[in-house]
Protein backbone atom coordinates (compact mmCIF):
# COMPACT_ATOMS: atom_id res chain seq x y z
CA UNK A 1 0.00 0.00 0.00
CA UNK A 2 2.98 2.67 -0.76
CA UNK A 3 2.66 5.62 -1.53
CA UNK A 4 5.04 7.32 -3.82
CA UNK A 5 5.77 10.85 -4.33
CA UNK A 6 8.07 12.41 -6.71
CA UNK A 7 9.04 16.07 -6.95
CA UNK A 8 10.71 16.55 -10.29
CA UNK A 9 11.27 19.82 -12.50
CA UNK A 10 9.18 21.09 -15.04
CA UNK A 11 9.28 20.75 -18.72
CA UNK A 12 9.16 16.73 -19.04
CA UNK A 13 6.73 15.53 -21.89
CA UNK A 14 3.74 13.59 -21.22
CA UNK A 15 5.64 10.44 -22.53
CA UNK A 16 8.72 10.80 -20.40
CA UNK A 17 6.61 11.20 -17.33
CA UNK A 18 4.50 8.35 -18.16
CA UNK A 19 7.60 6.04 -18.05
CA UNK A 20 8.73 7.35 -14.86
CA UNK A 21 5.43 6.25 -12.96
CA UNK A 22 5.49 2.99 -14.97
CA UNK A 23 9.27 2.08 -13.73
CA UNK A 24 8.28 3.81 -10.27
CA UNK A 25 5.19 1.74 -9.54
CA UNK A 26 6.96 -1.30 -11.36
CA UNK A 27 9.91 -1.02 -9.13
CA UNK A 28 7.30 -0.91 -5.91
CA UNK A 29 5.89 -3.74 -7.53
CA UNK A 30 9.02 -5.84 -7.67
CA UNK A 31 10.42 -5.07 -4.40
CA UNK A 32 7.52 -5.03 -2.26
CA UNK A 33 5.57 -7.56 -3.71
CA UNK A 34 2.67 -5.51 -3.30
CA UNK A 35 -0.47 -5.82 -5.77
CA UNK A 36 -0.71 -3.54 -8.23
CA UNK A 37 -4.09 -2.04 -7.24
CA UNK A 38 -2.44 -0.65 -3.68
CA UNK A 39 0.37 1.47 -5.36
CA UNK A 40 -0.53 5.36 -5.32
CA UNK A 41 2.12 7.88 -6.96
CA UNK A 42 2.13 11.38 -7.89
CA UNK A 43 4.60 13.60 -9.34
CA UNK A 44 5.07 17.49 -8.02
CA UNK A 45 6.42 19.39 -10.83
CA UNK A 46 7.93 22.89 -10.22
CA UNK A 47 10.62 25.08 -11.87
CA UNK A 48 14.41 23.83 -11.30
CA UNK A 49 15.01 27.11 -9.92
CA UNK A 50 12.67 25.94 -6.69
CA UNK A 51 14.96 23.10 -5.89
CA UNK A 52 18.24 23.66 -4.12
CA UNK A 53 20.77 20.88 -4.33
CA UNK A 54 24.12 21.60 -2.10
CA UNK A 55 23.25 25.30 -1.65
CA UNK A 56 22.62 25.90 -5.30
CA UNK A 57 19.57 26.49 -7.63
CA UNK A 58 19.27 23.31 -10.23
CA UNK A 59 18.91 24.95 -13.76
CA UNK A 60 15.44 24.16 -15.72
CA UNK A 61 15.34 20.92 -17.83
CA UNK A 62 16.73 21.40 -20.89
CA UNK A 63 15.86 18.51 -22.91
CA UNK A 64 18.21 16.62 -25.31
CA UNK A 65 18.34 13.95 -27.49
CA UNK A 66 17.28 10.88 -26.11
CA UNK A 67 15.18 12.72 -23.12
CA UNK A 68 18.61 13.54 -21.94
CA UNK A 69 18.96 16.60 -19.26
CA UNK A 70 21.14 19.01 -20.94
CA UNK A 71 21.45 21.60 -18.10
CA UNK A 72 21.87 18.65 -15.25
CA UNK A 73 24.80 17.47 -17.75
CA UNK A 74 26.35 20.48 -17.53
CA UNK A 75 26.29 21.14 -13.88
CA UNK A 76 27.26 17.79 -13.30
CA UNK A 77 30.21 17.89 -15.47
CA UNK A 78 31.43 21.22 -13.64
CA UNK A 79 30.76 19.28 -9.86
CA UNK A 80 33.10 16.69 -10.89
CA UNK A 81 35.61 19.37 -12.62
CA UNK A 82 35.42 21.27 -9.00
CA UNK A 83 35.52 18.23 -6.86
CA UNK A 84 38.58 17.16 -8.82
CA UNK A 85 40.51 20.21 -8.08
CA UNK A 86 39.67 20.69 -3.98
CA UNK B 1 17.26 16.43 -9.46
CA UNK B 2 14.02 14.05 -8.40
CA UNK B 3 13.07 13.70 -4.61
CA UNK B 4 11.37 10.70 -4.05
CA UNK B 5 9.52 9.78 -0.87
CA UNK B 6 7.61 6.40 -0.41
CA UNK B 7 5.38 6.41 2.84
CA UNK B 8 5.20 2.05 3.59
CA UNK B 9 4.16 0.18 6.59
CA UNK B 10 6.18 -0.98 9.18
CA UNK B 11 7.80 -4.30 9.18
CA UNK B 12 9.97 -5.07 6.30
CA UNK B 13 13.36 -6.11 6.81
CA UNK B 14 16.89 -3.94 5.49
CA UNK B 15 16.96 -6.48 2.84
CA UNK B 16 13.93 -5.45 1.03
CA UNK B 17 13.94 -1.76 2.30
CA UNK B 18 17.38 -1.66 -0.09
CA UNK B 19 16.05 -3.75 -2.72
CA UNK B 20 12.81 -1.13 -2.46
CA UNK B 21 15.37 2.12 -2.89
CA UNK B 22 17.58 0.46 -5.38
CA UNK B 23 14.62 -0.15 -7.59
CA UNK B 24 13.40 2.96 -7.09
CA UNK B 25 16.70 4.94 -7.78
CA UNK B 26 17.07 3.17 -11.12
CA UNK B 27 13.47 3.64 -12.07
CA UNK B 28 14.09 7.55 -11.89
CA UNK B 29 17.71 7.05 -13.55
CA UNK B 30 16.25 5.14 -16.39
CA UNK B 31 13.04 7.17 -16.78
CA UNK B 32 15.09 10.77 -16.56
CA UNK B 33 18.24 10.21 -17.82
CA UNK B 34 18.65 11.80 -14.47
CA UNK B 35 22.64 10.94 -12.95
CA UNK B 36 22.48 9.22 -10.17
CA UNK B 37 24.03 11.70 -8.01
CA UNK B 38 21.08 14.23 -7.71
CA UNK B 39 18.62 11.21 -6.81
CA UNK B 40 17.34 11.52 -3.24
CA UNK B 41 15.32 9.19 -1.48
CA UNK B 42 13.37 8.81 1.42
CA UNK B 43 11.75 5.76 3.35
CA UNK B 44 9.07 6.52 5.72
CA UNK B 45 7.52 3.62 7.83
CA UNK B 46 4.51 3.82 9.99
CA UNK B 47 2.51 0.72 11.33
CA UNK B 48 -0.40 -0.06 8.87
CA UNK B 49 -2.85 1.10 10.51
CA UNK B 50 -1.81 4.72 9.84
CA UNK B 51 -2.95 3.74 6.04
CA UNK B 52 -6.22 4.02 5.43
CA UNK B 53 -7.33 3.07 1.31
CA UNK B 54 -11.04 3.52 0.52
CA UNK B 55 -11.77 4.22 3.56
CA UNK B 56 -9.94 0.71 5.48
CA UNK B 57 -7.08 0.68 7.42
CA UNK B 58 -4.61 -1.68 6.17
CA UNK B 59 -3.80 -4.52 7.99
CA UNK B 60 -0.40 -4.73 8.98
CA UNK B 61 2.77 -6.00 7.19
CA UNK B 62 2.61 -9.92 7.57
CA UNK B 63 6.10 -11.48 5.77
CA UNK B 64 5.23 -14.64 3.89
CA UNK B 65 7.40 -16.55 1.58
CA UNK B 66 9.38 -14.87 -1.14
CA UNK B 67 8.64 -11.37 0.98
CA UNK B 68 4.96 -11.57 -0.17
CA UNK B 69 2.66 -9.92 2.35
CA UNK B 70 0.26 -12.36 3.65
CA UNK B 71 -2.00 -9.73 4.77
CA UNK B 72 -2.18 -7.66 1.89
CA UNK B 73 -3.23 -11.22 0.01
CA UNK B 74 -5.76 -11.50 2.19
CA UNK B 75 -7.32 -8.12 1.78
CA UNK B 76 -6.95 -8.07 -1.66
CA UNK B 77 -8.38 -11.40 -2.33
CA UNK B 78 -11.32 -10.40 -0.16
CA UNK B 79 -12.05 -7.24 -2.16
CA UNK B 80 -11.94 -9.06 -5.52
CA UNK B 81 -14.76 -11.12 -4.05
CA UNK B 82 -16.51 -8.20 -3.05
CA UNK B 83 -16.26 -6.22 -6.10
CA UNK B 84 -17.48 -8.93 -8.28
CA UNK B 85 -20.67 -9.43 -6.09
CA UNK B 86 -21.65 -5.95 -7.28
CA UNK C 1 -1.48 20.79 16.07
CA UNK C 2 -2.22 19.01 13.07
CA UNK C 3 -0.99 19.96 9.17
CA UNK C 4 -3.18 18.40 6.75
CA UNK C 5 -2.28 18.30 3.07
CA UNK C 6 -4.35 17.07 0.55
CA UNK C 7 -2.85 16.38 -3.69
CA UNK C 8 -5.93 16.84 -5.75
CA UNK C 9 -6.07 17.45 -9.43
CA UNK C 10 -6.48 20.87 -11.01
CA UNK C 11 -10.04 21.92 -12.36
CA UNK C 12 -12.00 22.57 -9.61
CA UNK C 13 -13.87 25.54 -8.24
CA UNK C 14 -12.58 27.99 -5.55
CA UNK C 15 -16.22 26.75 -4.27
CA UNK C 16 -14.93 23.36 -4.36
CA UNK C 17 -11.81 23.86 -2.82
CA UNK C 18 -13.36 26.15 -0.07
CA UNK C 19 -15.66 23.16 0.99
CA UNK C 20 -12.99 20.87 0.86
CA UNK C 21 -10.54 22.57 2.85
CA UNK C 22 -13.63 23.65 5.47
CA UNK C 23 -14.90 20.20 5.32
CA UNK C 24 -11.25 18.89 6.35
CA UNK C 25 -10.82 21.06 9.12
CA UNK C 26 -13.89 20.58 10.87
CA UNK C 27 -13.21 16.78 10.44
CA UNK C 28 -9.66 17.36 12.00
CA UNK C 29 -11.57 19.23 15.14
CA UNK C 30 -14.32 16.86 15.75
CA UNK C 31 -12.06 13.84 15.71
CA UNK C 32 -9.03 15.19 17.58
CA UNK C 33 -10.59 18.07 19.76
CA UNK C 34 -7.85 20.63 18.73
CA UNK C 35 -8.55 23.68 18.88
CA UNK C 36 -9.17 24.94 15.30
CA UNK C 37 -5.91 27.92 15.64
CA UNK C 38 -3.46 24.91 15.20
CA UNK C 39 -4.73 23.49 12.01
CA UNK C 40 -3.54 24.37 8.79
CA UNK C 41 -3.89 22.95 5.88
CA UNK C 42 -2.34 23.25 2.19
CA UNK C 43 -3.89 21.81 -1.14
CA UNK C 44 -1.43 21.10 -3.94
CA UNK C 45 -2.72 20.85 -7.11
CA UNK C 46 -1.43 18.80 -10.24
CA UNK C 47 -2.81 17.49 -13.42
CA UNK C 48 -4.35 14.52 -13.12
CA UNK C 49 -2.10 12.95 -15.40
CA UNK C 50 0.25 13.54 -12.88
CA UNK C 51 -1.76 10.90 -10.44
CA UNK C 52 -1.04 7.39 -10.85
CA UNK C 53 -3.68 5.03 -9.13
CA UNK C 54 -2.58 1.27 -9.87
CA UNK C 55 -0.71 1.70 -12.70
CA UNK C 56 -2.81 4.16 -14.59
CA UNK C 57 -2.66 7.91 -14.98
CA UNK C 58 -5.62 9.62 -13.38
CA UNK C 59 -8.26 11.00 -16.23
CA UNK C 60 -8.41 14.99 -16.16
CA UNK C 61 -11.16 16.39 -13.45
CA UNK C 62 -14.41 16.87 -15.82
CA UNK C 63 -16.62 18.95 -13.63
CA UNK C 64 -20.79 17.51 -14.30
CA UNK C 65 -23.61 18.64 -12.29
CA UNK C 66 -23.68 19.02 -8.78
CA UNK C 67 -19.12 18.96 -8.62
CA UNK C 68 -19.60 15.26 -9.79
CA UNK C 69 -16.30 14.19 -11.36
CA UNK C 70 -17.72 13.05 -14.54
CA UNK C 71 -13.72 11.42 -15.69
CA UNK C 72 -13.54 9.89 -12.43
CA UNK C 73 -17.35 8.19 -12.41
CA UNK C 74 -16.23 6.45 -16.15
CA UNK C 75 -12.98 5.30 -14.61
CA UNK C 76 -14.88 3.80 -11.46
CA UNK C 77 -17.61 1.98 -13.75
CA UNK C 78 -14.97 0.33 -15.66
CA UNK C 79 -13.29 -1.00 -12.97
CA UNK C 80 -16.35 -2.77 -11.43
CA UNK C 81 -16.84 -3.59 -14.65
CA UNK C 82 -13.32 -5.21 -15.04
CA UNK C 83 -13.20 -6.64 -11.59
CA UNK C 84 -16.37 -8.27 -11.94
CA UNK C 85 -15.49 -10.47 -14.71
CA UNK C 86 -11.78 -11.80 -12.89
CA UNK D 1 -8.16 10.45 -6.40
CA UNK D 2 -6.92 12.59 -3.54
CA UNK D 3 -3.60 11.96 -1.24
CA UNK D 4 -4.35 13.38 2.12
CA UNK D 5 -1.61 13.04 4.84
CA UNK D 6 -1.43 13.89 8.27
CA UNK D 7 1.13 14.75 10.64
CA UNK D 8 -0.16 14.27 14.08
CA UNK D 9 1.74 13.94 17.41
CA UNK D 10 2.02 10.61 19.23
CA UNK D 11 0.02 9.64 21.95
CA UNK D 12 -3.34 9.50 20.54
CA UNK D 13 -5.46 6.22 20.37
CA UNK D 14 -6.41 3.67 17.70
CA UNK D 15 -10.13 4.75 18.51
CA UNK D 16 -9.32 8.34 18.13
CA UNK D 17 -6.76 7.53 15.03
CA UNK D 18 -9.84 5.77 13.43
CA UNK D 19 -12.14 8.40 13.89
CA UNK D 20 -9.51 11.37 12.61
CA UNK D 21 -9.29 8.58 9.30
CA UNK D 22 -12.87 8.38 8.79
CA UNK D 23 -13.83 11.81 8.91
CA UNK D 24 -11.08 12.98 7.03
CA UNK D 25 -12.24 10.48 4.46
CA UNK D 26 -15.91 11.26 4.35
CA UNK D 27 -14.98 15.05 4.49
CA UNK D 28 -13.12 14.56 0.93
CA UNK D 29 -16.33 12.33 -0.26
CA UNK D 30 -18.42 15.08 0.78
CA UNK D 31 -16.31 17.89 -0.61
CA UNK D 32 -15.13 16.52 -3.66
CA UNK D 33 -17.76 13.92 -4.57
CA UNK D 34 -15.02 11.27 -5.44
CA UNK D 35 -15.68 7.32 -4.77
CA UNK D 36 -14.58 6.17 -1.60
CA UNK D 37 -12.34 3.57 -3.33
CA UNK D 38 -9.97 6.54 -4.96
CA UNK D 39 -9.00 8.08 -1.33
CA UNK D 40 -5.58 7.35 0.10
CA UNK D 41 -4.99 8.76 3.89
CA UNK D 42 -1.41 8.22 5.56
CA UNK D 43 -1.86 9.79 9.41
CA UNK D 44 2.36 10.40 9.99
CA UNK D 45 3.00 10.11 13.98
CA UNK D 46 6.02 12.12 15.51
CA UNK D 47 6.57 13.61 19.42
CA UNK D 48 5.25 16.62 20.04
CA UNK D 49 8.60 18.33 19.95
CA UNK D 50 9.31 17.75 16.12
CA UNK D 51 6.18 20.27 15.72
CA UNK D 52 7.23 24.21 15.99
CA UNK D 53 4.63 26.13 15.65
CA UNK D 54 5.17 30.31 15.98
CA UNK D 55 8.53 29.32 17.28
CA UNK D 56 7.29 26.92 20.34
CA UNK D 57 7.81 23.57 20.30
CA UNK D 58 4.54 21.54 20.77
CA UNK D 59 3.60 20.03 23.85
CA UNK D 60 3.53 16.70 24.33
CA UNK D 61 -0.60 15.09 24.03
CA UNK D 62 -2.37 14.81 27.15
CA UNK D 63 -5.42 13.11 27.04
CA UNK D 64 -8.35 14.77 28.97
CA UNK D 65 -11.69 13.01 28.87
CA UNK D 66 -13.58 12.62 25.90
CA UNK D 67 -10.16 12.51 23.78
CA UNK D 68 -9.57 16.74 24.89
CA UNK D 69 -6.08 17.61 24.87
CA UNK D 70 -5.27 18.85 27.49
CA UNK D 71 -1.56 20.20 26.66
CA UNK D 72 -2.78 21.91 24.14
CA UNK D 73 -6.00 23.30 25.82
CA UNK D 74 -3.09 24.88 28.42
CA UNK D 75 -1.11 26.38 25.38
CA UNK D 76 -4.11 28.13 24.08
CA UNK D 77 -5.08 29.64 27.05
CA UNK D 78 -1.66 31.03 27.98
CA UNK D 79 -1.60 32.20 24.11
CA UNK D 80 -5.03 33.99 24.24
CA UNK D 81 -3.81 35.40 27.61
CA UNK D 82 -0.83 36.77 25.88
CA UNK D 83 -2.68 38.25 22.64
CA UNK D 84 -4.79 39.99 25.00
CA UNK D 85 -2.29 41.91 26.77
CA UNK D 86 -0.58 42.85 23.65
CA UNK E 1 21.46 14.95 5.09
CA UNK E 2 18.46 17.02 5.53
CA UNK E 3 15.59 17.19 3.09
CA UNK E 4 13.67 19.91 3.38
CA UNK E 5 10.52 21.32 1.88
CA UNK E 6 8.69 24.21 1.87
CA UNK E 7 5.13 25.27 0.33
CA UNK E 8 4.73 29.08 0.02
CA UNK E 9 2.62 31.36 -1.33
CA UNK E 10 2.89 31.99 -5.43
CA UNK E 11 3.88 35.66 -6.08
CA UNK E 12 7.51 35.83 -4.73
CA UNK E 13 10.41 37.07 -6.86
CA UNK E 14 13.59 34.67 -7.91
CA UNK E 15 15.28 36.82 -5.91
CA UNK E 16 13.40 36.57 -2.64
CA UNK E 17 13.04 32.68 -3.58
CA UNK E 18 16.79 32.67 -3.54
CA UNK E 19 16.73 33.82 0.07
CA UNK E 20 14.42 31.91 1.07
CA UNK E 21 16.51 28.89 0.29
CA UNK E 22 20.16 30.07 1.18
CA UNK E 23 18.70 31.01 4.36
CA UNK E 24 17.31 27.64 5.32
CA UNK E 25 20.30 26.10 3.87
CA UNK E 26 22.61 27.86 6.16
CA UNK E 27 19.90 27.05 9.11
CA UNK E 28 20.67 23.41 8.35
CA UNK E 29 24.47 23.50 7.99
CA UNK E 30 24.58 25.44 11.34
CA UNK E 31 22.42 23.30 13.56
CA UNK E 32 23.16 20.12 12.28
CA UNK E 33 26.63 20.07 11.20
CA UNK E 34 26.07 18.47 7.83
CA UNK E 35 28.14 19.29 4.91
CA UNK E 36 25.84 21.34 2.36
CA UNK E 37 26.31 18.79 0.13
CA UNK E 38 23.96 16.79 1.15
CA UNK E 39 21.02 19.26 1.92
CA UNK E 40 18.30 19.01 -0.05
CA UNK E 41 15.70 21.80 -0.83
CA UNK E 42 12.00 21.96 -2.57
CA UNK E 43 9.93 25.04 -2.89
CA UNK E 44 6.69 23.91 -3.62
CA UNK E 45 4.35 27.41 -4.97
CA UNK E 46 0.74 27.35 -5.21
CA UNK E 47 -2.04 30.01 -4.39
CA UNK E 48 -2.76 31.55 -1.21
CA UNK E 49 -5.98 30.29 -1.69
CA UNK E 50 -5.11 27.01 -1.16
CA UNK E 51 -3.49 27.11 2.06
CA UNK E 52 -5.97 27.15 5.25
CA UNK E 53 -5.03 28.36 8.30
CA UNK E 54 -6.89 28.11 11.17
CA UNK E 55 -9.92 27.77 9.36
CA UNK E 56 -9.44 30.35 6.88
CA UNK E 57 -8.03 30.97 3.31
CA UNK E 58 -5.02 32.46 3.34
CA UNK E 59 -5.03 35.78 1.34
CA UNK E 60 -2.89 35.81 -1.86
CA UNK E 61 0.45 37.15 -1.45
CA UNK E 62 0.36 41.29 -1.61
CA UNK E 63 4.44 42.48 -1.95
CA UNK E 64 5.03 45.81 -0.13
CA UNK E 65 8.27 47.39 0.61
CA UNK E 66 11.31 45.42 1.50
CA UNK E 67 10.00 42.14 0.28
CA UNK E 68 7.13 42.88 3.47
CA UNK E 69 3.43 41.00 3.32
CA UNK E 70 1.18 43.36 2.67
CA UNK E 71 -1.75 41.07 2.98
CA UNK E 72 -0.71 38.86 5.44
CA UNK E 73 0.12 42.38 7.28
CA UNK E 74 -3.40 43.18 7.48
CA UNK E 75 -4.27 39.67 8.65
CA UNK E 76 -2.12 39.75 11.37
CA UNK E 77 -3.19 43.23 12.69
CA UNK E 78 -6.89 42.02 12.61
CA UNK E 79 -6.49 39.04 14.38
CA UNK E 80 -4.23 40.61 16.99
CA UNK E 81 -7.40 42.89 17.68
CA UNK E 82 -10.00 40.11 17.71
CA UNK E 83 -8.19 37.77 20.24
CA UNK E 84 -7.62 41.05 22.56
CA UNK E 85 -11.55 41.28 22.42
CA UNK E 86 -12.22 37.84 23.78
CA UNK F 1 2.48 30.98 6.22
CA UNK F 2 4.89 28.85 5.39
CA UNK F 3 4.83 25.25 6.04
CA UNK F 4 8.48 23.85 6.66
CA UNK F 5 8.76 19.70 6.41
CA UNK F 6 12.37 18.63 7.23
CA UNK F 7 13.31 14.19 7.30
CA UNK F 8 16.05 13.81 8.95
CA UNK F 9 17.79 10.92 10.94
CA UNK F 10 17.39 9.43 14.21
CA UNK F 11 19.79 10.44 16.88
CA UNK F 12 20.21 13.80 17.14
CA UNK F 13 19.27 15.25 20.98
CA UNK F 14 16.63 17.60 22.25
CA UNK F 15 18.79 20.60 22.25
CA UNK F 16 19.97 20.16 18.51
CA UNK F 17 16.52 19.60 17.16
CA UNK F 18 15.66 23.20 19.16
CA UNK F 19 18.44 24.65 17.44
CA UNK F 20 17.28 23.04 13.76
CA UNK F 21 13.90 23.91 14.57
CA UNK F 22 14.62 27.71 15.60
CA UNK F 23 16.89 28.36 12.21
CA UNK F 24 14.57 26.99 10.24
CA UNK F 25 11.87 29.25 11.56
CA UNK F 26 14.11 31.92 11.66
CA UNK F 27 15.18 31.33 8.11
CA UNK F 28 12.01 31.68 7.20
CA UNK F 29 10.95 35.06 9.35
CA UNK F 30 14.29 36.90 7.74
CA UNK F 31 13.63 35.72 4.10
CA UNK F 32 9.99 36.04 3.39
CA UNK F 33 9.05 38.85 5.98
CA UNK F 34 6.50 36.50 7.66
CA UNK F 35 5.20 37.01 10.77
CA UNK F 36 6.50 34.34 12.91
CA UNK F 37 2.67 32.85 14.01
CA UNK F 38 2.30 31.33 10.57
CA UNK F 39 5.26 29.67 10.50
CA UNK F 40 4.65 25.98 11.11
CA UNK F 41 7.17 23.48 11.17
CA UNK F 42 7.20 19.26 11.58
CA UNK F 43 10.79 17.22 11.49
CA UNK F 44 10.21 13.46 10.74
CA UNK F 45 13.06 11.37 12.00
CA UNK F 46 13.85 7.96 10.59
CA UNK F 47 16.55 5.57 10.44
CA UNK F 48 19.80 6.85 8.14
CA UNK F 49 19.31 3.47 6.34
CA UNK F 50 15.71 5.20 5.15
CA UNK F 51 17.84 7.93 3.77
CA UNK F 52 19.55 6.95 0.15
CA UNK F 53 21.17 9.55 -1.40
CA UNK F 54 22.80 8.86 -5.13
CA UNK F 55 21.97 5.30 -4.22
CA UNK F 56 23.57 4.87 -1.15
CA UNK F 57 22.21 3.92 2.38
CA UNK F 58 23.36 6.93 4.66
CA UNK F 59 25.01 5.57 7.74
CA UNK F 60 23.34 6.11 10.91
CA UNK F 61 24.02 9.54 13.22
CA UNK F 62 26.94 9.45 15.20
CA UNK F 63 26.91 12.34 17.77
CA UNK F 64 31.16 13.61 17.82
CA UNK F 65 32.41 16.44 19.24
CA UNK F 66 30.50 19.71 19.37
CA UNK F 67 27.31 17.94 17.72
CA UNK F 68 29.40 16.60 14.43
CA UNK F 69 27.51 14.14 12.44
CA UNK F 70 30.95 11.56 12.18
CA UNK F 71 29.48 9.03 9.98
CA UNK F 72 28.26 11.73 7.38
CA UNK F 73 31.83 13.25 7.88
CA UNK F 74 33.39 9.90 7.15
CA UNK F 75 31.44 9.44 4.05
CA UNK F 76 32.14 13.04 2.88
CA UNK F 77 35.74 12.50 2.86
CA UNK F 78 35.54 8.90 1.01
CA UNK F 79 33.43 10.51 -1.80
CA UNK F 80 35.59 13.92 -2.35
CA UNK F 81 38.45 10.94 -2.31
CA UNK F 82 36.54 9.16 -5.69
CA UNK F 83 35.42 12.01 -7.07
CA UNK F 84 39.38 13.53 -7.08
CA UNK F 85 40.04 10.19 -9.00
CA UNK F 86 37.76 10.23 -11.58
Given at each position: MPIITCDIRNGRTKEQKHQLAMQLTEAVVEA???????IFLVMREMPGFNFVDAGEHVPEYVPGPDGMDMAGHEQIKSRKEKASHN
Open positions: TGCDIDH
